[in-house]
Nanobody, 126 residues
């Protein structure tokens, strides 16, 4: 059973930084393209960033380009999301996603995700 466990969320002020982590267990991590999504109450889950299995390709939503960086450590079975210059609009529950044998492009759609994490809350105050 593959499990994804996010951590690193919290309450910060606008302009601050946070780093989210997603630890993956129960599978071969390097077989999964990984992504971060976010969802606010009453809204659809939206793509934030994705990374290919070998960390060669990354994709970002326009709203986070230049502020967020996705990375992965295949030796530690962990994917990260470094979030800088946070804004109140970034307030969401952030979810980690895994797409087996996928690409940075396929996982971004959300439709091919095989596993989701439970989510971690990020709150940015103004």
């Amino acid at each position: 059973q593959v499990q994804l466990v996010e951590s690193g969320g919290g309450l910060v002020q606008a302009g601050d930084s946070l780093r989210l982590s997603c630890a993956v267990s129960g599978g071969t991590f390097s077989n999964y393209a990984m992504g971060w999504f976010r969802q606010a109450p009453g809204k659809e889950r939206e793509f934030v960033a994705t990374i290919s299995r070998a960390a060669i390709t990354t994709n970002y939503a326009d709203s986070v380009k230049g502020r967020f960086t996705i990375s992965r450590d295949n030796a530690k079975n962990t994917v990260y999301l470094q979030m800088n210059s946070l804004k109140p609009d970034d307030t969401n529950v952030y979810y980690c996603a895994a797409d087996q044998w996928g690409t940075a492009g396929t996982v971004a759609s959300g439709a091919n995700v095989d596993y989701w994490g439970q989510g971690t809350q990020v709150t940015v105050s103004s």
